[in-house]
């Protein structure tokens, strides 16, 4: 057995007290250093996609999972500053200029970050429906809208384990779709994204658990179509980045 003299016991409380009274350092300190990628605020509340999304995993989704990908990519601007001078599509797809030592962190926290801007940009309660130019493009591309979603469903459902599905679109307006696993986007291979959804986990466990299929079936509930008609038009036009 071991024995505390009155002494010991005297010094670890003022061990104690000494530690308590040192400032002490917030998580969002440590979590999200200052730098020159920023997380960008939800253009809504946490609770107006429900039923079909949860305020919760939103919550968590943005502050937490976006809110990481936005802190690491600070912290190896630390040692790369030339990735803060540079626009992030320019940098997913010259992956190869990245140091050696960060390479693979860039392209899965720099993926996310892109991913995850676009994907709270193009949701949005009562997003209306297709219309226009983007509604022609989806009937000469992907078979009509009821098609497109049936097919895009497929492409997340079949994604093994966590990534991306994605709508993507040329210069000339062509659509595409394509599922990408973890972060990866199509900004890497120089294309650009319509729109997308998450299906990792994250984006859906609390709600849905192990049903995917059941989430991208209710996820285009919430889809800004109206947003969507304005990325498209400016795919066309060449001004389309993230």
Do not use: C
Not at 93 to 101: Q, R, T
Not at 130 to 138: K, W
Not at 142 to 170: C, H, I, Y
């Amino acid at each position: 057995m071991i024995s505390l003299s009155r002494r010991h016991l005297l010094t670890g409380a003022a061990g104690l007290a000494a530690a308590a009274a040192l400032p002490r350092i917030s998580l969002a300190q440590t979590a999200a250093p200052e730098g020159p990628f920023k997380l960008p605020p939800l253009p809504y509340a946490t609770d107006v996609f429900e039923p079909h999304i949860d305020a919760k995993t939103m919550e968590i989704h943005h502050d937490k999972h976006h809110g990481a990908y936005v802190a690491n990519m600070n912290n190896f601007a630390k040692t790369a500053p030339q990735l803060g001078q540079t626009p992030v599509e320019a940098i997913l797809a010259n992956l190869v200029n990245v140091p050696d030592g960060i390479r693979v962190g860039v392209r899965n926290n720099l993926g996310g970050h892109a991913n995850h801007t676009m994907f709270w940009e193009i949701m949005a309660p009562n997003g209306g429906a297709p219309e226009g130019d983007v509604l022609a493009a989806i009937d000469r591309d992907l078979g009509g809208l009821d098609k497109m979603k049936e097919r895009f469903n497929a492409a997340g459902l079949g994604q093994f384990g966590s990534g991306w599905v994605f709508v993507t679109v040329t210069k000339d307006g062509k659509l595409g779709i394509e599922a990408m696993p973890n972060q990866d986007t199509p900004l890497m291979y120089g294309k650009r994204v319509l729109f997308g959804n998450d299906v990792w986990e994250h984006a859906y466990y609390l709600n849905y658990q192990n049903r995917r299929g059941d989430y991208l079936k209710a996820w285009w509930n919430v889809v800004n179509w109206q947003k969507i008609g304005e990325r498209y038009a400016a795919a066309k036009a060449g001004t389309l980045t993230l």
